[in-house]
T-cell receptor, first 111, second 114 residues
Framework: DAKTTQPTSMDCAEGRAANLPCNHSTISGNEYVYWYRQIHSQGPQYIIHGLKNNETNEMASLIITEDRKSSTLILPHATLRDTAVYYCIVTGGGSQGNLIFGKGTKLSVKP | SAVISQKPSRDICQRGTSLTIQCQVDSQVTMMFWYRQQPGQSLTLIATANQGSEATYESGFVIDKFPISRPNLTFSTLTVSNMSPEDSSIYLC???????????FGEGSRLTVL
């Protein structure tokens, strides 16, 4: 699976959009980009995933560049409860159980 | 979504003892996965548990240390054997949803070895 690079930490003001970048320059054609988050003392939670098109769901939007070498997770109106570690993971098809979690980005939403 | 229950949620154990962690899922799943999260670290996959066959272990993890059972399609156990303080971690059970690719996690079992 391709390796990802994320900033160690980011701050965001409550109510503003949080934009979390991820670089995955070695991604291959059949690999998806997945985002998970882990709120303190809880198990990771799935957010969104995509292949090449931008995706949106009730939690977030995922913007993937045309060359697929990077992506951005957007939380449109961050709340204090969005404070968590956000993981960007690139993986091929099939079972998603063998995910390789990096260090992630620690997002702190401040009032 | 899948509801995953783990027991115990936390425990404090003595060096040299073993502890079995249970994972119950509210629906039948083919594969269940066990992860470890050491203090301040990210998650690492320990093994994949298939019903009716032996678990598949990742590099650095062996069956003697982390025996796994998978007696049916909704249940699995992970045993941490002959524990040492280095085994102090959160152990997480997870399952995937094939039609969407989502991975669901339990709340984890926080293990402290003294």
């Amino acid at each position: 699976d391709a390796k990802t690079t994320q900033p160690t930490s980011m701050d965001c003001a409550e109510g503003r959009a949080a934009n979390l970048p991820c670089n995955h320059s070695t991604i291959s054609g059949n690999e998806y980009v997945y985002w998970y988050r882990q709120i303190h003392s809880q198990g990771p939670q799935y957010i969104i995933h995509g292949l090449k098109n931008n995706e949106t769901n009730e939690m977030a939007s995922l913007i993937i560049t045309e060359d697929r070498k990077s992506s951005t997770l957007i939380l449109p109106h961050a709340t204090l409860r969005d404070t968590a570690v956000y993981y960007c993971i690139v993986t091929g098809g099939g079972s998603q159980g063998n995910l390789i979690f990096g260090k992630g980005t620690k997002l702190s939403v401040k009032p | 979504s899948a509801v995953i229950s783990q027991k115990p949620s936390r425990d404090i154990c003595q060096r040299g003892t073993s502890l079995t962690i249970q994972c119950q899922v509210d629906s039948q799943v083919t594969m269940m996965f066990w992860y470890r999260q050491q203090p301040g670290q990210s998650l690492t996959l320990i093994a994949t548990a298939n019903q009716g066959s032996e678990a598949t272990y990742e590099s650095g993890f062996v069956i003697d240390k982390f025996p796994i059972s998978r007696p049916n399609l909704t249940f699995s156990t992970l045993t941490v054997s002959n524990m040492s303080p280095e085994d102090s971690s959160i152990y997480l059970c997870s399952v995937d949803r094939a039609d969407t690719g989502e991975l669901f996690f339990g709340e984890g079992s926080r293990l402290t070895v003294l």
